[in-house]
């Protein structure tokens, strides 16, 4: 069973900056795409980020130019720097990574951008 795990959430004043990790285990196969979503209370959980094969990336307008995705193929691992973070990014993060047809979820981590 692939556990995609995330790491790296927590309190962080505007202006702030925070690094998230997610590792996927369970599996010998490369996660051939991978991604990061958020959702806030009370709102639909949304695409922040993503990164195919090893360098096509592609983000969310609200993140262009403060986030950047990236990935360690060999440990199926995948971060999201996260720089001059606002108060609206405050959600909770979820790593989400692909093999053929088939999604895994990790289970997320919370994000609170606050003074």
């Known amino acids: 069973q692939v556990q995609l795990v995330e790491s790296g959430g927590g309190l962080v004043q505007p202006g702030g900056s925070l690094r998230l990790s997610c590792v996927g285990s369970?599996?010998?196969?490369?996660?051939?795409?991978m991604s990061w979503h958020r959702q806030a209370l009370g709102k639909e959980r949304e695409l922040v980020a993503g990164i195919i094969g090893d360098s096509k990336r592609y983000y969310a307008d609200s993140v262009k130019g403060r986030f950047t995705i990236s990935r360690d193929s060999a440990k199926n691992a995948v971060y999201l720097q996260m720089d001059s973070l606002k108060a609206e990014d405050t959600a909770v993060y979820f790593c989400r990574g692909t093999i053929g047809s088939n999604d895994f979820w990790g289970q997320g981590t919370q994000v609170t951008v606050s003074s």
């Open positions: 369970g599996t010998r196969f490369r996660l051939n795409a």
